[in-house]
């Protein structure tokens, strides 16, 4: 027995394939779902989904930024506010970002409230990329422009 895994953002479908597991980054932990889980719904936060196309299979993963995640006989939807595959991923760029993310967080007296939760948002979001990118990476499979 599979589940059905469907990602979605908002500018796109990003996965929809049947599989064996799917581990998420919830708000409270990391989740495991298999075939038959209880029904959920719980939100996301930045990080890791990952996948097995079957007990035996190697997991793949995409990096997230949140989103929420709803369970229901086993049909898993994702609704991701980003999500993509390691391949799809600009290392360089990620970097770039997070390094602005990070000089933006690091001189406080610049941000309100608002701003600083967006900017610590981003930069989350930024970790979570370049952490798929690079363990993808260095699994071979995946080569950055320029790299």
């Known amino acids: 027995m ?7 953002t908002p500018e796109r479908l990003v996965l929809e394939e049947d599989v064996y597991s799917v581990t998420l980054p919830a708000e409270g932990g990391e989740i495991t779902v298999l075939p038959d889980h ?21 997991p793949e993963s995409l990096a997230t930024s949140g989103g929420f995640v709803e369970l229901h006989g086993n049909v898993l939807s994702v609704m991701a506010d ?6 799809e991923i600009d290392i360089e760029r990620a970097e770039a970002a997070k390094k602005k993310a990070e000089e933006l967080k690091a001189d ?6 608002e701003e600083y939760a967006r900017v610590a ?5 930024e970790f979570a990329r370049l952490h798929v990118a690079r363990k993808h990476r260095s699994k071979g499979g995946f080569i950055a422009p320029g790299q």
Do not use: N
């Open 38 to 58: 209880i029904p959920y719904i719980g939100s996301l936060r930045p990080g890791e989904i990952f996948f097995r196309r079957d007990a035996h299979a190697e």
């Open 121 to 125: 948002a981003s930069l989350e979001k």
């Open 2 to 8: 599979l589940l059905k895994l469907k990602i979605v």
């Open 82 to 87: 980003t999500a993509e595959r390691a391949e």
């Open 108 to 113: 406080r007296s610049l941000l309100d409230d």
